[in-house]
């Protein structure tokens, strides 16, 4: 065994990142340098050849099944199949037999006289494809008495996909003179319909015509210009198929399944949606299956179980063909093919005898059920391998599950070389010599490998368990099976519930909608966080000695331990114990949500408030029922508006009309459209959390007024953030103005807070406790509280925590310096990302989205930052945000130390070198994504955007600033707004004075301004700001005379 070991090495590809690219030789190093005969060859290669190919340094000899050998004797294990190509594994004996057979025959013909073969080869994939599905076939069908498909044969899928635009674009010019009366098939002069549209991440080939489609512009750049007319979308992106699919669109070449990123499945709500799309445009669909087609799925193609309205009229193909023997193929419908006639295409060794008879007896042994159900037992054996490497790799566990997924049936060629190299050089195993192969023979080879493994391990695998589901479980897996660490023996276990015959599969439905979030890889996994009160920022994992930093978290001031807050929450719960006790209208309506409601309408210099259990019940409840109740009304919906505000709209039954983010004109287009007298809403957000950009909320307002209509305002991501008093980014825009009016209830007339009709907020963000609220004028809030069933028909927030969050609401009135320091740390983080070239989306607030760009690196990355450097970010992937702009979105608080800024800033810059992350730099060569790297003035460079808080409001000016914490320093409380905060609960509480009360969460400074509004004069009274105290801080006695000035 170890003789043997010592002389099998893996040929695979580079990383896993760069599925089917270029392979090299990965395995046991060796010092043993190339004999005189290979550095012959090498030298020979390196002279008379075109160095377009980075080859290893040795040289291939033979092959047989799965393995190869070099020309010094070496034996490697294939594991890329020539590129996804030898089906049937190297000098196959009947591939060897036919071709010697018909060489001997019928070599080459021209293409102008018959042969059998072609048409053998031609009638087989139509039959197949009849029988199996595809091209608009349903499997099963019969066309009795016409192939309905037609089959043009080339040398290399690139030639293919060639054919299948040029068939395209000639169609397209037929369709386009059909639609002009007077105009022949021949008469296209002035014809505008030649565009095609690819989509990203797409690999087509490398000639001039296949290259235009291959949107990668490593590829492309040497090479421009390119084709004209060519569009390139995202797939997924249903809504970009009408500007990407035009009247002027031909042609649209897609992969079902990409393979040059990584595996990217296009999901059936979208191809249907393309299919319909080209449909109604006139367009011509092409699916490239080189890389995914013939049996490669399972299938003869990736589309042939999809429902018929998801078919393409074009299927191109080559790879695993003919194993080997150059070969391409068009597969094409009767109605596109017609247009098709003598002279019109051509090639000289297209479908030569030999490779159509070589073509024909692979197909026939690939159909083979017998083959395929070996196949499909191969690939059930490999995804269940795969499925069990999450236990074991907690931090890229759950990647490799999605991938084991996603996996192609019965080709061990496209796992990636890292993962069995992995598996390989840990368990000290390599495939034995002389292995039977009667199927796929990589699929054979890495089954064996994987047994193999499974023998070598057995007897470390029983101590390795609870490790194992301790990973699992930190890595929050709470459905892994062996997310559990009791030694304890179960008593039982659960098993799927029963399914009828004749009745609907529910589990199986459940799994299915499962797997498409794995396939798009919009599956979430929840990471076990558990914030430490003690030592915010600090949390533990499952584990509760493992301890990380959270930086992305929503508690954006760290208010959810505020010892005045818990100080109040205590008192409240002794009072009013831990329920609520019922709905608002049966007994769960008491003095402690009045007064909050009472306080947040306050905060918003609005009439009334109306608390609900979170603002996104707020946000649904609202405006379903202002929609369903005004006669006619319609919604101008921001398209980065977030999910509650969607879907309170649909809720509505009410119309939708969406508007380009915060694009005025776009808006202003459409409002004109609309009688001033019908009732329109507008709904949009001031601070969008994925991007971090701040809405036009005044121009909005005058759009508002000039065409009749409502402004709804969601503030969630503002309150407490923003604003002297922290009620916003409306508030924010007239900051001396609200400044100066204090604590008053009343409107500041003419301000923008003052113009928006409906606020929404959050108390479970930048409060630190749970809930929503929606404030407007008092008919508005009752017909909300009269008829909304989100706020009727539940059961009312419990008095603690409603107390909790109305003590932290008057203690960020009272106090700017939370604000004002967390501001302060996130230009800071911004400039020094800035600095390291690490891509941040520009933005004027609070947010840090730092573009990644793919979702596999972005959930890559912020598994390393966990697991490697204790940091926890999450990542943003899609639905949430578009795919191609997935990011890591930070959080920075003002209680984050200078070292743990220091630490994130690292570790991060460290994790884009190591997984090859794009940089500023090189999204400005790529053309820039999100505003990273965008053309701005002609320039291509970062979007240059404002902060909304300037140096004054900062306090940076007159040095009024609260230093950045770092550690090992206490936090500050301001004694001020403590002093504010107690006063407010005199009456349901009981007046207190002296130390807090709240089991002091950690070592505090307290703090106060130096500059005190006493009866709204000001006074030069001096105290010291900073005053180090034990674990309880002395505050002064209270006193309503008292309060905070910024």
């Given at each position: 065994?170890?003789a043997n070991?010592a002389?099998?090495?893996?040929?695979?590809?580079t990383?896993?990142s760069?599925?089917?690219?270029a392979?090299?030789v990965r395995?046991?190093?060796?010092?043993t340098p190339?004999?005189?005969?290979?550095?012959e060859?090498?030298s020979?290669?390196?002279?008379y050849?075109?160095?377009?190919?980075a080859?290893?340094?040795?040289?291939?000899?033979?092959g047989k099944?799965?393995?190869v050998w070099?020309?010094?004797?070496k034996?490697?294990?294939?594991?890329?199949a020539g590129?996804?190509?030898?089906a049937?594994?190297?000098?196959?004996?009947?591939?060897?037999?036919v071709l010697s057979e018909q060489?001997?025959?019928?070599l080459h013909?021209?293409?102008?006289?018959?042969h059998?073969w072609a048409g053998?080869?031609?009638?087989l994939?139509?039959?197949?494809?009849?029988?199996e599905?595809?091209l608009?076939?349903?499997?099963?069908t019969?066309?009795?008495?016409?192939?309905?498909?037609?089959v043009f044969f080339?040398?290399s899928?690139?030639?293919?996909n060639?054919?299948?635009?040029?068939?395209?674009?000639k169609v397209?010019k037929?369709?386009w003179?059909?639609q002009?009366?007077g105009r022949s098939?021949d008469?296209?002069?002035?014809?505008d319909?030649?565009?095609?549209?690819?989509?990203?991440?797409?690999?087509?080939?490398?000639s001039m015509?296949a290259?235009s489609?291959?949107?990668?512009?490593?590829?492309?750049?040497?090479?421009?210009?390119?084709?004209p007319?060519?569009?390139v979308?995202?797939?997924?992106?249903?809504?970009?198929?009408?500007?990407?699919?035009?009247e002027?669109?031909?042609?649209v070449?897609i992969e079902?399944?990409?393979?040059?990123?990584g595996?990217?499945e296009?999901n059936?709500?979208?191809?249907?949606?393309l299919?319909?799309?080209?449909?109604?445009?006139?367009a011509v669909?092409?699916f490239?299956?080189?890389q995914?087609g013939i049996y490669r799925?399972?299938?003869?193609w990736?589309?042939?179980?999809l429902?018929?309205?998801?078919?393409?009229?074009?299927?191109?193909?080559a790879?695993p063909?003919?194993?080997?023997?150059?070969i391409?193929?068009?597969?094409?419908?009767?109605?596109?093919?017609?247009?098709?006639t003598?002279g019109?295409?051509g090639t000289t060794f297209?479908g030569?005898?030999?490779?159509?008879?070589?073509?024909?007896?692979v197909l026939?042994?690939l159909?083979?059920r017998e083959?395929?159900?070996?196949?499909?037992?191969?690939?059930?054996?490999?995804?269940?391998r795969?499925?069990?490497?999450?236990?074991?790799?907690?931090v890229?566990?759950?990647?490799l599950?999605?991938?084991?997924k996603q996996i192609?049936?019965?080709y061990?060629?496209v796992?990636?070389?890292a993962?069995v190299?992995?598996i390989?050089?840990?368990?000290?195993?390599?495939?034995?010599?002389g292995a039977?192969v009667?199927?796929?023979?990589?699929?054979s080879?890495?089954?064996?490998?994987a047994?193999?493994?499974?023998?070598?391990?057995?007897a470390?695998?029983?101590?390795?368990?609870?490790?194992e589901a301790e990973?699992?479980a930190?890595?929050?897996c709470?459905?892994?099976?062996a997310?559990?660490?009791s030694?304890?023996k179960?008593?039982?276990?659960?098993?799927k519930p029963?399914?009828?015959p004749?009745?609907?599969?529910?589990?199986d439905?459940?799994?299915k909608e499962?797997?498409?979030?794995?396939?798009?890889k919009?599956y979430?996994?929840?990471?076990?966080?558990?914030?430490?009160?003690?030592?915010f920022?600090?949390a533990?994992t499952?584990?509760?000695?493992d301890e990380v930093?959270?930086?992305?978290?929503?508690?954006y001031?760290?208010?959810?331990?505020?010892?005045?807050?818990?100080?109040?929450?205590?008192?409240?719960?002794d009072?009013y114990?831990h329920?609520a006790?019922?709905?608002r209208?049966i007994?769960?309506?008491g003095?402690?949500?009045?007064a909050l409601?009472q306080?947040?309408?306050?905060l918003?210099?609005?009439?009334?408030a109306?608390?609900f259990?979170?603002?996104?019940?707020?946000n649904?409840?609202t405006l379903?029922t202002?929609?369903?109740?005004?006669p006619?009304c319609?919604y101008?919906?921001d398209?980065?508006n977030?999910?509650s505000m969607?879907q309170?709209?649909?809720?509505s039954?009410?119309?939708?009309?969406?508007f380009?983010?915060?694009d005025?004109?776009?808006?202003?287009?459409?409002?004109?459209q609309?009688?001033?007298?019908?009732?329109?809403?507008?709904?949009?957000?001031?601070?969008?959390?994925?991007c971090?950009?701040?809405?036009?909320?005044?121009?909005i307002?005058?759009?508002?007024d000039?065409?009749?209509a409502l402004t709804?305002?969601?503030?969630?991501?503002a309150?407490?953030?923003?604003g002297p008093?922290?009620a916003?980014v409306?508030?924010h825009l007239?900051y001396?103005?609200h400044r100066?009016?204090?604590?008053?209830?009343?409107?500041?007339?003419?301000?923008?807070?003052?113009?928006?009709d409906i606020?929404?907020g959050?108390?479970?963000?930048a409060?630190?406790?749970?809930g929503?609220?929606i404030a407007?004028?008092?008919?508005?809030?009752d017909?909300i509280?009269?008829?909304?069933p989100?706020f009727i028909?539940?059961?009312?927030?419990p008095?603690?925590?409603?107390?909790g969050?109305?003590a932290?609401?008057?203690?960020q009135?009272?106090?700017v310096?939370?604000r004002?320091l967390?501001?302060v740390?996130?230009?800071?983080?911004?400039?020094?990302?800035?600095?390291l070239?690490?891509?941040?989306?520009?933005g004027?607030s609070?947010?840090?989205?730092?573009l990644?760009?793919?979702?596999?690196l972005?959930?890559a990355?912020?598994?390393k930052?966990?697991?490697?450097h204790?940091?926890?970010v999450?990542?943003?992937n899609?639905?949430t945000?578009?795919?191609g702009?997935e990011?890591?979105r930070?959080?920075?608080t003002?209680?984050?130390?200078?070292e743990?800024?220091?630490?994130?800033?690292?570790?991060?810059?460290?994790?884009f070198?190591?997984l090859?992350?794009?940089?500023?730099?090189?999204?400005?060569?790529?053309?820039g994504?999100?505003g990273?790297?965008?053309?701005?003035d002609?320039?291509?460079?970062?979007?240059?955007?404002?902060?909304?808080?300037?140096?004054k409001?900062?306090?940076?000016e007159?040095g009024t600033t609260?230093?950045?914490?770092?550690?090992?320093?206490?936090?500050?409380?301001?004694?001020?707004?403590?002093t504010k905060?107690?006063?407010?609960?005199?009456?349901?509480?009981?007046?207190?004075?002296?130390p807090?009360?709240s089991?002091m969460?950690?070592?505090?400074?307290?703090?106060?301004?130096?500059?005190?509004?006493?009866?709204?004069?000001?006074?030069a009274?001096?105290?010291?700001?900073?005053?180090?105290?034990?674990?309880?801080?002395?505050?002064?006695?209270?006193s309503?005379s008292?309060?905070m000035s910024a």
């Amino acid at each position: 065994m170890a003789a043997n070991r010592a002389s099998v090495r893996l040929l695979g590809r580079t990383t896993a990142s760069r599925a089917l690219s270029a392979p090299t030789v990965r395995g046991l190093s060796t010092a043993t340098p190339p004999s005189p005969k290979t550095q012959e060859v090498i030298s020979r290669s390196s002279t008379y050849l075109l160095p377009v190919y980075a080859r290893p340094n040795f040289v291939l000899s033979h092959g047989k099944g799965s393995y190869v050998w070099d020309t010094d004797g070496k034996k490697y294990l294939d594991f890329t199949a020539g590129i996804a190509v030898n089906a049937l594994g190297h000098a196959d004996e009947g591939v060897v037999n036919v071709l010697s057979e018909q060489a001997g025959k019928l070599l080459h013909t021209s293409n102008v006289y018959h042969h059998e073969w072609a048409g053998n080869l031609a009638e087989l994939l139509v039959n197949l494809t009849q029988s199996e599905g595809g091209l608009g076939f349903a499997p099963g069908t019969s066309q009795a008495g016409s192939s309905g498909a037609k089959v043009f044969f080339a040398n290399s899928g690139t030639e293919a996909n060639e054919g299948a635009l040029k068939i395209a674009r000639k169609v397209g010019k037929e369709r386009w003179a059909a639609q002009r009366e007077g105009r022949s098939a021949d008469d296209v002069a002035g014809c505008d319909k030649i565009g095609i549209a690819c989509f990203e991440n797409s690999f087509h080939g490398r000639s001039m015509g296949a290259l235009s489609v291959t949107s990668n512009p490593k590829y492309q750049r040497p090479f421009e210009p390119l084709l004209p007319g060519v569009s390139v979308g995202k797939v997924n992106d249903i809504e970009g198929l009408k500007v990407l699919v035009t009247e002027q669109t031909c042609a649209v070449i897609i992969e079902p399944i990409q393979g040059e990123g990584g595996i990217n499945e296009a999901n059936v709500d979208f191809l249907r949606a393309l299919r319909k799309r080209c449909d109604e445009v006139g367009a011509v669909l092409i699916f490239d299956e080189i890389q995914c087609g013939i049996y490669r799925t399972g299938s003869l193609w990736a589309h042939s179980k999809l429902p018929v309205d998801c078919h393409p009229d074009i299927v191109t193909m080559a790879k695993p063909l003919a194993n080997g023997y150059p070969i391409g193929a068009v597969l094409l419908r009767d109605s596109v093919a017609a247009t098709m006639t003598a002279g019109t295409h051509g090639t000289t060794f297209g479908g030569s005898p030999i490779a159509c008879a070589i073509g024909h007896h692979v197909l026939s042994r690939l159909s083979n059920r017998e083959f395929i159900g070996r196949l499909e037992t191969t690939s059930s054996y490999l995804d269940q391998r795969l499925g069990e490497l999450p236990k074991k790799y907690p931090v890229m566990g759950p990647a490799l599950d999605v991938r084991s997924k996603q996996i192609v049936a019965g080709y061990a060629s496209v796992a990636a070389n890292a993962d069995v190299e992995k598996i390989h050089k840990q368990k000290g195993v390599n495939p034995p010599p002389g292995a039977t192969v009667d199927m796929c023979p990589h699929a054979s080879a890495a089954r064996a490998a994987a047994r193999m493994a499974d023998d070598l391990s057995a007897a470390n695998k029983a101590k390795s368990v609870k490790a194992e589901a301790e990973k699992a479980a930190a890595a929050g897996c709470p459905f892994h099976k062996a997310a559990t660490t009791s030694d304890a023996k179960p008593v039982g276990e659960f098993t799927k519930p029963k399914h009828h015959p004749g009745a609907f599969n529910y589990e199986d439905f459940y799994v299915k909608e499962l797997d498409k979030k794995h396939q798009d890889k919009s599956y979430r996994y929840f990471n076990n966080i558990n914030r430490l009160a003690k030592k915010f920022p600090i949390a533990h994992t499952a584990k509760v000695t493992d301890e990380v930093e959270v930086w992305c978290a929503n508690d954006y001031l760290g208010m959810g331990n505020n010892p005045v807050v818990l100080e109040t929450m205590h008192r409240t719960l002794d009072k009013y114990g831990h329920g609520a006790g019922g709905t608002r209208n049966i007994a769960g309506n008491g003095a402690m949500h009045l007064a909050l409601e009472q306080e947040v309408a306050r905060l918003h210099r609005k009439p009334a408030a109306l608390v609900f259990s979170s603002c996104y019940v707020a946000n649904d409840a609202t405006l379903a029922t202002l929609g369903s109740k005004l006669p006619g009304c319609v919604y101008f919906s921001d398209s980065m508006n977030h999910a509650s505000m969607i879907q309170g709209m649909r809720h509505s039954g009410a119309k939708r009309v969406i508007f380009k983010h915060n694009d005025l004109e776009d808006l202003e287009s459409k409002l004109k459209q609309y009688p001033k007298e019908t009732p329109k809403i507008i709904a949009f957000e001031s601070v969008y959390s994925m991007c971090g950009s701040i809405g036009p909320i005044k121009e909005i307002c005058d759009l508002a007024d000039q065409y009749g209509a409502l402004t709804f305002l969601d503030e969630v991501h503002a309150v407490g953030l923003y604003g002297p008093r922290g009620a916003g980014v409306a508030e924010h825009l007239d900051y001396e103005a609200h400044r100066a009016a204090g604590d008053s209830p009343y409107p500041i007339e003419g301000s923008v807070m003052d113009r928006v009709d409906i606020i929404t907020g959050t108390l479970g963000k930048a409060y630190g406790a749970v809930g929503g609220y929606i404030a407007g004028s008092d008919d508005f809030v009752d017909m909300i509280r009269s008829y909304a069933p989100g706020f009727i028909f539940t059961t009312s927030l419990p008095p603690a925590v409603v107390a909790g969050a109305r003590a932290s609401v008057v203690y960020q009135k009272n106090y700017v310096g939370d604000r004002q320091l967390k501001q302060v740390n996130v230009r800071n983080v911004k400039q020094r990302f800035a600095e390291l070239d690490i891509p941040v989306v520009p933005g004027p607030s609070h947010i840090v989205p730092v573009l990644v760009g793919d979702a596999a690196l972005a959930k890559a990355a912020s598994d390393k930052l966990l697991s490697e450097h204790n940091i926890y970010v999450q990542a943003i992937n899609y639905p949430t945000v578009a795919r191609g702009e997935e990011r890591l979105r930070i959080t920075v608080t003002p209680r984050h130390t200078v070292e743990q800024m220091d630490g994130l800033i690292g570790a991060v810059d460290q994790i884009f070198t190591e997984l090859g992350i794009n940089r500023i730099q090189d999204w400005k060569r790529l053309g820039g994504r999100a505003g990273v790297g965008m053309i701005n003035d002609g320039l291509a460079g970062d979007v240059h955007v404002e902060p909304i808080w300037n140096d004054k409001q900062l306090g940076l000016e007159d040095g009024t600033t609260p230093p950045t914490l770092r550690n090992g320093d206490p936090a500050i409380v301001d004694a001020v707004a403590v002093t504010k905060a107690r006063k407010e609960f005199d009456n349901l509480l009981g007046p207190i004075n002296g130390p807090l009360r709240s089991n002091m969460p950690m070592d505090a400074v307290l703090h106060q301004q130096q500059v005190l509004t006493i009866n709204e004069t000001t006074s030069a009274g001096i105290v010291s700001p900073l005053a180090p105290t034990e674990m309880d801080i002395p505050v002064p006695p209270p006193s309503s005379s008292v309060s905070m000035s910024a």
